[in-house]
C-alpha cells in the first residue's frame, strides 16, 4: 500500500516536471522567435527607407537631367531685316510632372530692346515656346516663324537642346523672327457666305459679298451697288467633278462679263494693278489621295476682284472642304470677303481698328438719324407757320395797299425762310460732323 502510494506521488511530481518543462520551452522559444521578428522588421524598414532615399535620389538625378536651365536670345525684325525695338513677345515654358503629365505651361511677356533683341534667361523647364510677338503696326505671320529648327511654334524648343549645335542662339547669335510691317490701314467691310456643290445639285452659286456699308458720318452707301449686284452679278461661281469623282474645278466669271479677277494661293495686302481676267478657274482632290475615305482640307486661296462699274476692288479668302464620303460627294466652299469701299486697293485688316471703326460708324448713323428727324421736322414747322404768316401778310396788304403784286412779296418770303432753314441745317451739319471726328480723336459724346 505504502509503495503504491510512493508511485503515485512519483507520477505526480514527474508530471509536474514535464509540464515545467514544456512551459519553459514555449517561453523559450517565444523569447527567441520574438527577437528574431524585431530583427526582421527593423532590417526591413531600414532596406525600405534606403530604397526610398536612393529612387529619389536617382529621380533628383534625372530630373536634373531633362529640367534643364534655360537661356535663350532673339531678334524680332521685320521682311527687309530691320530690327524692331519695343515688340511684346509672348513665350511660355512647359514642365512635366508626375500629377500632371501632359505638362503645365507658364506663360510670361517681355519687350524688345531698341535693336530688336530679347533674352530668356533664369529659367529652368523642359519646353520653351514663342507663342506670338505683337506691336501696332506690325503682324507676326505664323508661317514665316514656325519652320525654323531653333524654335518651332508647334513644337517648342527643349530645354535641355538648347545647348547643342543644332540650335545656335547666344547673345551674338540670336534666333530672328519675323514681323511685317502693315501698310495704309483703311475701314474694310466686310462679309461671309457658304456654299455647297454636289453630283446631284450642281447648280451655278452667286455670292453678294458687298453689303450695305455707312461712312464715317453715318450714311448708308449701298443703293447703286445693291442693284448692280442684283441685276449683274459680278461673281457666278461654278463647279464641275470628273468622272470618277476625284477632282473638282470650281470656275469663277461674271454674269456681266465686266469684272475682272485675279486668283492666287497668296495673300497680297494690296490688291493687283494688273494681271485681271474675266475667268479663272481652280482644280484640286476631291479626297485625300492617300486616304480616299477622308475629307479633304485645301489649302486657302485668294480671289481678287475688280467690279464692274470699275470702282472697288475686293478680295474673298476661299476655303475649301471636299467629301467622298456616302453616295453623293459633295464640295463646300466658305468665303471670308473684304471690299475697300473707297476704291483703293489697300487691303490691310486689323480686326481691333474694323470692329473699333464699325462701332463708331453705327453710333454716327444712329445720331444722324436723330438729326435728320429734327431737320425734317423744323422745315414742316417752318413751312406750316410762314403759311400761316404769308396768309395774314396777304390779307393785311391787300386790304391796306391793293395795288401792290403781294404774291410776289410772299414769294421772297418763302426764299428767305428757306435760306434761314439752309443756314441752320448747314450748320447742324457742321457741328455734327465735328462732333463724329472728336470721336475718333477721344471726345466725349453728344
Not at 523569447?31 to 533628383?60: C, M, P, T, Y
Not at 462679263?257 to 482632290?285: H, M, Q, V
Amino acid at each position: 500500500m505504502k509503495g503504491i502510494f510512493m508511485k503515485s506521488i512519483l507520477h505526480i511530481l514527474l508530471l509536474i516536471c514535464l509540464a515545467v518543462c514544456l512551459i519553459s520551452c514555449e517561453v523559450g522559444r517565444n523569447d527567441v522567435g520574438s527577437i528574431s521578428l524585431g530583427q526582421a522588421d527593423k532590417a526591413d524598414r531600414e532596406h525600405r527607407e534606403k530604397w526610398i532615399q536612393n529612387f529619389k535620389e536617382k529621380e533628383k538625378e534625372s530630373e536634373l537631367k531633362i529640367r534643364s536651365d534655360i537661356n535663350f536670345w532673339g531678334k524680332v525684325v521685320d521682311l527687309d531685316g530691320n530690327p524692331v525695338g519695343n515688340a511684346i513677345v509672348t513665350y511660355s515654358i512647359r514642365d512635366y510632372t508626375k500629377l500632371n503629365a501632359g505638362g503645365m505651361d507658364q506663360t510670361y511677356n517681355l519687350a524688345t530692346d531698341e535693336k530688336g533683341i530679347f533674352s530668356i534667361d533664369n529659367k529652368k523647364g523642359h519646353l520653351l515656346f514663342v507663342k506670338n510677338i505683337e506691336k501696332k503696326g506690325y503682324e507676326f505671320i505664323f508661317s514665316k516663324n514656325k519652320d525654323y529648327i531653333s524654335l518651332s511654334y508647334e513644337g517648342g524648343v527643349i530645354a535641355r537642346d538648347l545647348k547643342k549645335t543644332e540650335v545656335v542662339t547666344g547673345p551674338n547669335s540670336p534666333v530672328r523672327y519675323f514681323l511685317r510691317k502693315q501698310g495704309v490701314l483703311d475701314y474694310l467691310v466686310t462679309g461671309g457666305f457658304i456654299g455647297k456643290f454636289d453630283k446631284n445639285n450642281n447648280t451655278p452659286y452667286k455670292p453678294i459679298y458687298f453689303p450695305q456699308w455707312i461712312d464715317i458720318y453715318g450714311n448708308y452707301n449701298n443703293s447703286d451697288r445693291t442693284e448692280e449686284l442684283n441685276s449683274n452679278n459680278d461673281l457666278v461661281i461654278t463647279c464641275d467633278f470628273n468622272a470618277d469623282c476625284s477632282r473638282f474645278e470650281l470656275t469663277f466669271r461674271s454674269e456681266s462679263n465686266e469684272a475682272l479677277f485675279f486668283l492666287t494661293d497668296k495673300k497680297l495686302y494690296e490688291a493687283p494693278a494688273e494681271g485681271y481676267i474675266s475667268e479663272c478657274t481652280y482644280e484640286n482632290f476631291l479626297a485625300e489621295p492617300d486616304n480616299p475615305n477622308a475629307d479633304f482640307f485645301a489649302q486657302p486661296f485668294y480671289l481678287y476682284i475688280k467690279d464692274s462699274m470699275g470702282k472697288y476692288y475686293s478680295i474673298i479668302e476661299f476655303k475649301v472642304v471636299a467629301s467622298t464620303s456616302g453616295n453623293n460627294p459633295y464640295l463646300r466652299i466658305n468665303g471670308a470677303a473684304f471690299t475697300n469701299p473707297y476704291g483703293r486697293r489697300y487691303f490691310e485688316y486689323d480686326s481691333d481698328y474694323i470692329n473699333k471703326e464699325r462701332q463708331l460708324r453705327i453710333d454716327a448713323m444712329k445720331a444722324r438719324v436723330k438729326l435728320e428727324r429734327r431737320k425734317n421736322d423744323r422745315a414742316i414747322m417752318c413751312r406750316r407757320k410762314g403759311y400761316e404768316e404769308d396768309e395774314e401778310f396777304r390779307k393785311q396788304t391787300i386790304k391796306e395797299t391793293p395795288w401792290v403784286n403781294v404774291y410776289d412779296q410772299i414769294e421772297e418770303r418763302k426764299k428767305t425762310r428757306e435760306a434761314e432753314i439752309k443756314e441752320l441745317d448747314e450748320k447742324e451739319e457742321k457741328e455734327f460732323k465735328e462732333w463724329v471726328e472728336s470721336l475718333r480723336g477721344g471726345g466725349s459724346r453728344r
